[in-house]
């Protein structure tokens, strides 16, 4: 059974990157033709879908967010990166990594998150 | 973006009860709708997906239906263990979306 876990800075200064990393286990990322996920949590709202990436590293990014993201994967590793550019205090979120087959657009399994503030 | 609108956003409830929280999408999604649950600090856990296909694993207290633009998700007899925030999310188009969020608490 798949297990995603995210790992990270937990601060990062306004105008900097966001760096995260989702480790995947319990599956190689090379077997699976899925899309895998980045969705985030603001404090006192919804999740917001930043992007996806497959294994051959196509993307999709939301066009919200598309200008500043950028999405890779690292199989030989079996890991996912997110980046987030230009960050500001609104980008402060609990970030998930996440997955789902083609066709099947619902998020199963999810990672616990890591909280990402945004602060000097 | 489709906007996805759930009620309510916060319910008091107590063990036993029947619950029903909605979610209301802002353009017909056909029944490309899913239903999470998450408790502090855990990940989010898949409940329903394609509007009423109960996720293996989970309680058939669950239930889920609805189409085109109104969904709702029921709790037949609450459990403690149920106490907790529910949120859909729209899979028709990209960019995927989210409801608000339903906190259910103990009342």
């Known amino acids: 059974q798949l297990q995603l876990q995210e790992s990270g800075p937990g601060l990062v200064k306004p105008s900097e990157t966001l760096s995260l990393t989702c480790t995947v286990s319990g599956g190689s990322i090379s077997n699976y033709n899925y899309y895998w996920d980045w969705i985030r949590q603001a404090p006192g709202k919804g999740q917001e879908w930043i992007g996806n990436i497959n294994k051959a590293g196509n993307t999709y990014y939301n066009p919200s967010l598309k200008s500043r993201v950028t999405m890779s994967v690292d199989t030989s590793k079996n890991q996912l990166s997110l980046e987030l550019s230009s960050v500001t205090a609104a980008d402060t979120a609990i970030y998930y990594c996440?997955?789902?087959?083609?066709?099947?657009?619902?998020?199963?399994?999810w990672g616990q998150g890591t909280l990402v503030t945004v602060s000097s | 973006d489709i906007q996805m609108t759930q009620s309510p956003s916060s319910l008091s409830a107590s063990v036993g009860d029947r619950v029903i929280i909605t979610c209301r999408a802002s353009?017909?999604?056909?029944?490309?709708l899913n239903w999470y649950q998450q408790t502090a600090g855990k990940a989010p856990k898949l409940l329903i997906y394609a509007a009423s296909t109960l996720q293996s694993g989970v309680p058939s207290r669950f239930s889920g239906s609805g189409s085109g633009t109104d969904f709702t998700l029921t709790i037949s007899s609450l459990q403690p263990e149920d106490f907790a925030t529910y949120f859909c999310?729209?899979?028709?188009?990209?960019?995927?979306?989210f409801g608000q969020g339903s906190k259910l608490e103990i009342k």
């Open positions: 999310q729209q899979g028709s188009s990209v960019p995927f979306t």
């Open positions: 353009q017909s999604i056909s029944t490309y």
């Open positions: 996440a997955t789902h087959p083609p066709r099947n657009n619902w998020f199963d399994p």
